[in-house]
């Protein structure tokens, strides 16, 4: 598997806390992307960074923010979690160029109560 | 606007049978299509991608830019086949580039 861990992997929290997930590689790929997964939606791009604290929305990035000061870490972080942002979230790394592949994290599965 | 349509959430087929899993995708340059798989409680995998022409666990996938259609197919299913599938188009926009992935179809082939 590519270097590319997600943490936490499962977390319960309370409408209204901010939360944050980590990415976490070790493949110096430039592409760091974070989606989430919802049945029936599939795979939503919610921000993504193109290096060093280079980053653009996805298509549902509304409540949530990203950072990226290093290479190997992207941040995803809710503001002020709502039920809506109960979902598999996944980090996803790729190189620039055509035709590349994406190596995708395990996953974290975020309950918001 | 760039889009991957699957029209079908759930595909079930008997182990033996052909399987097919359409994905058509709306891009109006030159596309780069790939499929991933997702194995229960595994990460999602790259399956094949277009460009390569190749053939994966016995799956082959063509683009017809004609029907702007990228489908997967596989003539004898088997059980171990049985996984959350999604159609992926891969593009530049804005000097950048980004996947977009369809709504997925999840294959059940049973015995």
């Known amino acids: 598997d590519a270097g590319i861990t997600q943490s936490p992997r499962h977390k319960v929290t309370e409408t209204g806390t901010p939360v944050t997930l980590r990415c976490h590689q070790t493949e110096n790929h430039r592409y760091m992307y974070w989606y989430r997964q919802d049945p029936g939606h599939g795979l939503r791009l919610i921000h993504y960074s193109y290096g060093v604290k280079d980053t653009d929305k996805g298509e549902v990035s509304d409540g949530y923010s990203v950072s990226r000061s290093k290479t190997e870490d992207f941040l995803l972080t809710l503001e002020s979690a709502t039920s809506s942002q109960t979902s598999v979230y996944f980090c996803a790394i790729s190189e620039s160029g055509q035709n590349t592949e994406a190596f995708f994290g395990q996953g974290t599965r975020l309950t918001v109560v | 606007a760039q889009r991957v349509t699957q029209p079908e959430k759930l595909l079930s087929v008997f182990k033996g049978a052909p399987v097919e899993l359409k994905c058509n995708y709306s891009?109006?340059?030159?596309?780069?299509l790939f499929w991933y798989v997702q194995y229960s409680r595994q990460r999602l995998q790259l399956l094949l991608r277009?460009?390569s022409r190749e053939s994966i666990k016995g799956f082959t996938a063509d683009l017809n830019k004609g029907e702007t259609s990228f489908h997967l197919k596989k003539p004898f299913a088997q059980e171990e086949d049985s996984a959350m599938y999604y159609c992926?188009?891969?593009?530049?926009?804005?000097?950048?580039?980004?996947?977009?992935f369809g709504t997925g179809t999840r294959l059940k082939v049973l015995a």
């Open positions: 277009h460009i």
């Open positions: 891009y109006s340059g030159s596309p780069e």
């Open positions: 992926a188009l891969y593009h530049l926009s804005s000097g950048t580039y980004k996947y977009i």
